[in-house]
């Protein structure tokens, strides 16, 4: 292995140490107590090689915003790729989107709620992004309707499940109705 070989690793291995730490101290204690200070200290290297990283929180924000779509990406096409017929599958999509809203408050706040300097539904959105998006379309599509089109419909879904994770998170929803909620979503939307 070359010098500039270890360096570029040792640089890829830093900057994941940076997102790591970052969302894991943004699960625990919220997105204001990650600061390029904290997390200079946390990992044990100066602000200034953190800035030759990421400019600032923003960038880091998108880092675990894209790292965060790309996981969720892979959960939603497990879950429906297990489950049998297309009500199944809306379903098993609505629960895991649902149950990675609930368990990566944190991530999902970076994907969702904050800025990351991250373009939405433009030509130059990042590849994650794209990818959450189309796990979604994937499902949605084959359940749509016709003469509906199938990216507006999985925005509007989108859009039901992603005020379901909010509300919910928030305390404003009962948790008890949660399982009706997504039945009621799916057997309402869907044409099955």
């Known amino acids: 292995m070359s010098v500039q070989e270890r360096k570029q690793r040792e640089r890829a291995d830093r900057e994941r140490l940076i997102v790591a730490t970052a969302r894991e101290l943004a699960e625990q204690q919220g997105w204001d107590a990650v600061t390029t200070r904290r997390l200079a200290e946390r990992i044990e290297y100066s602000q200034p090689v953190l800035y030759s ?29 297990a489950a049998d ?16 809203a609930r368990r990566n408050p944190a991530v999902y706040d970076a994907v969702f709620h904050l800025d990351g300097g991250l373009a939405f539904a433009h030509e130059d959105t990042p590849a994650p992004l794209k990818d959450a998006f189309a796990a979604l379309l994937e499902t949605l599509d084959e359940v749509a309707g016709d003469g509906v089109h199938p990216g507006v419909f999985t925005e509007t879904f989108w859009a039901a499940l992603h005020g379901l994770a909010t509300l919910t998170r928030a305390g ?3 948790q008890e109705y949660a399982d009706g909620r997504v039945d009621l979503l799916v057997d309402r939307l869907a044409v099955i």
């Open 172 to 174: 404003r929803l009962p």
């Open 85 to 100: 017929g297309p009500r199944a599958r809306v379903a098993a999509l609505a629960h895991a989107y649902l149950d990675f």
């Open 53 to 81: 990283h990421f400019r600032g929180k923003r960038e880091i924000v998108g880092a675990v915003a894209l790292e965060g779509a790309a996981e969720l990406a892979a959960e939603l096409r497990a879950a429906t790729s």
